[in-house]
T-cell receptor, first 112, second 110 residues
């Protein structure tokens, strides 16, 4: 059973561009969480999704950020019109039950 | 909102020493996670606890639900244990995701 996969591992975007981060959960896992780790800061919860549903997006910035987890395919975290402050490591975690979580390797976003 | 506090923030020890990292949280939880993050950034889930004690190799994690406190112990520490150790609380405080401590930077010197 392959682990949680994230791609790309590194992403460079210019200010104003869009960033799309993908997370493929482990087989059989229907719960996906996205977390952000800003430079020199701790991890922070962003959003919790189950297949086709956003369960909790209380940690997501209100503008420019969106997430989806379609019936088929990976979960996508989308950041529109990126700014320098969006530079961070973005981790997803998947779970079969919503309790134990298995982390992906992360996507490091750099905004220039 | 759940507050998760870890101590110490930084810890340097000699190879072979017994290591203890502490974590306390403010609101009742459904589970507590201990995570390890190496330089380069990948995160490994070490333990998930809702009560009692768990052991895996040289690592031991305990939790006291009444006192809202958990500890991670490393026996016979080794330089390859050098990493950031993060505790994270699940449940309590409203959000469905994990609430993380700031992490403990552990360096084990040979």
């Amino acid at each position: 059973n392959a682990g949680v996969m994230q791609n790309p591992r590194h992403l460079v975007r210019r200010r104003g561009q869009e960033a799309r981060l993908r997370c493929s959960p482990m087989k059989g896992h229907s719960h996906v969480y996205w977390y952000r780790q800003l430079p020199e800061e701790g991890l922070k919860f962003m959003v919790y999704l189950q297949k086709e549903n956003i369960i909790d997006e209380s940690g997501m910035p209100k503008e420019r950020f969106s997430a989806e987890f379609p019936k088929e395919g990976p979960s996508i975290l989308r950041i529109q019109q990126v700014v320098r402050g969006d530079s961070a490591a973005y981790f997803c975690a998947s779970s079969p039950t919503g309790i134990e979580q298995y982390f992906g390797p992360g996507t490091r976003l750099t905004v220039t | 909102k759940n507050e998760v506090e870890q101590s110490p923030q930084n810890l340097t020890a000699q190879e072979g020493e017994f290591i203890t990292i502490n974590c306390s949280y403010s609101v009742g939880i459904s589970a507590l996670h201990w995570l390890q993050q190496h330089p380069g950034g990948g995160i490994v889930s070490l333990f998930m606890l809702s009560s009692g004690k768990k052991k895996h190799g040289r690592l031991i994690a305990t939790i006291n639900i009444q006192e809202k406190h958990s500890s991670l112990h490393i026996t016979a520490s080794h330089p390859r244990d050098s990493a950031v150790y993060i505790c994270a609380a699940m449940g309590g405080g409203g959000a469905d995701g994990l609430t993380f401590g700031k992490g403990t930077h552990l360096i084990i010197q040979p």
